[in-house]
């Protein structure tokens, strides 16, 4: 499981490009869960020791087909050395023993990077001709036009601004991001799957953009065509074109992507969530689906928190009169459902509307739950009745009267 949750469905066809449609539900989509050279942490997590490290380490290893020397902490270490190692610039990453060359640690105190230091390693990092954009929380490093540098940083700044908002409103305290998020984006697709492909694999070809667990980064291309134009001499580009651009019906799902996308990061790193614990994947994405659409014609961006979701609603109500839909007890178990491609449509409109349910009506349990959620170990995958379990001390020993509510509720919405 130490791998990144790639989404992938049919694509649709925008300025000539294809790009995935997570929203429709007449969309085919398939979850993927790609095991990675990480699996044998999987039968460690046992030998895993929490550590309190002092000092900056410095770890030469094996990463991504690249030698590189790491900076940072060691969170967890395995029996036989394997790391879940730290970095200074937001990675968290699984080392194997076998992957590591050499290690030590000195007196200095681990200092993350702040944005400066961040974007220049970027830089370096990253082919020439790109450039940064700062914005209050994000590092924008992009090869497009800084145009729509600068509308993705105010859209995700809105995003940010929003979940922590509604979740302040609702009793759960989050904070603003210790430190700058990364977002990568590419003039073009062909360059971005170039550098997706690493993560992706196979699933590039259908991915606009993507979160990285392990770096913390969200990685995409400019949706909108611009840097073609400017380079045949259009004129068009402004912030005003892009919002015309992406406020069209065909190019609403594509925003809902990238959106999707980014909850997941400000999720993991304003205290909702932790990278590489056991989060359930229906609470996960359903969560990102409550916020995936936002209102580019507000000024806050997402007024509309909450809306009905009508394509997700349109095939709960389909299964539900056909009797295919699936059982609380299934989505909460295990995350096998919604990660089947044969099941996955159904799944999600499910972790939808579950979402849905439990954050209108059971709001005080739900933000219990997720506190709950917030604290669980990172490398530690509980098994199917721990989590049936957690589930009912929060909303209930009766799982089927609370399935019989959902429905009668669920069932009202038009």
């Known amino acids: 499981m130490i791998a990144n949750f790639v989404f992938r469905s049919d694509s649709i066809q925008y300025n000539g ?3 995935v449609d997570r929203i429709w539900p007449n969309k085919g989509r398939i979850l993927q869960h790609p095991y990675s050279i990480f699996q044998w942490l999987l039968f460690l997590v046992a030998l895993f020791t929490p550590l309190r490290a002092a000092a900056v380490e410095r770890v030469v290893a094996m990463h991504n087909g690249q030698v590189r020397q790491l900076t940072g902490e060691a969170i967890l270490e395995a029996a036989d050395g394997g790391l879940l190692f730290s970095t200074d610039d937001g ?3 699984p080392l194997p023993p076998r992957n590591i060359r050499s290690r030590s640690r000195d007196s200095e105190p681990l200092v993350p990077l702040d944005a400066d230091a961040l974007s220049q390693r970027l830089l370096a990092e990253m082919p020439p001709g790109f450039q940064i954009y700062q914005s209050t929380h994000y590092v924008l490093c992009y090869n497009t036009t800084r145009s729509y540098a600068k509308w993705c940083s105010s859209l995700l700044e809105r995003l940010q601004r929003a979940f922590i908002g509604f979740w302040g409103k609702r009793g759960l305290e989050l904070h603003p991001p210790k430190r700058p998020l990364v977002v990568i984006v590419f003039g073009d697709q062909a360059s971005y799957a170039r550098y997706a492909k690493r993560e992706l694999g196979g699933a590039v070809g259908t991915a606009i ?16 065509g611009v840097q073609a134009l400017r380079r045949q001499g259009g004129r068009r580009g402004s912030s005003h074109d892009i919002t015309a651009l992406l406020s069209q019906s065909t ?6 992507t990238i959106v999707h996308e980014a909850t997941p990061q400000v999720a993991f790193n304003c205290g909702m969530q932790i990278r590489y614990a056991d989060n359930p994947v229906w609470v996960c994405e359903g969560l990102a689906m409550y916020f995936e659409t936002p209102d580019l014609s507000s000024r806050s961006g997402w007024r509309g928190i909450g809306n009905v979701n009508y394509p997700r609603l349109k095939r709960l109500h389909q299964n539900a009169a056909s009797g295919k839909m699936g059982s609380l007890r299934s989505l909460i178990a295990n995350d096998r459902r919604i990660k089947t491609p044969s099941t996955a449509v159904d799944a999600y409109a499910e972790a939808w509307a579950w979402n849905y349910f439990l954050i209108r009506w059971r709001t005080k349990e739900y933000v219990a739950y997720l506190k709950m959620l917030a604290d669980k170990g990172q490398l530690v995958w509980d098994d199917p009745a721990t989590r049936l379990a957690e589930f009912r001390e929060y909303f209930g020993e ?3 009267a609370l399935e019989a509510d ?9």
């Open 17 to 19: 490009v294809q790009c």
């Open 91 to 93: 990675s968290l990453l």
């Open 209 to 224: 953009g993507y979160y990285s667990m392990a770096t913390n980064r969200i990685a995409m291309y400019d949706l909108t």
């Open 251 to 256: 190019a609403l799902p594509l925003v809902a």
């Open 398 to 400: 009766d799982v089927q």
């Open 406 to 414: 959902f429905k009668k509720r669920m069932g009202r919405l038009k």
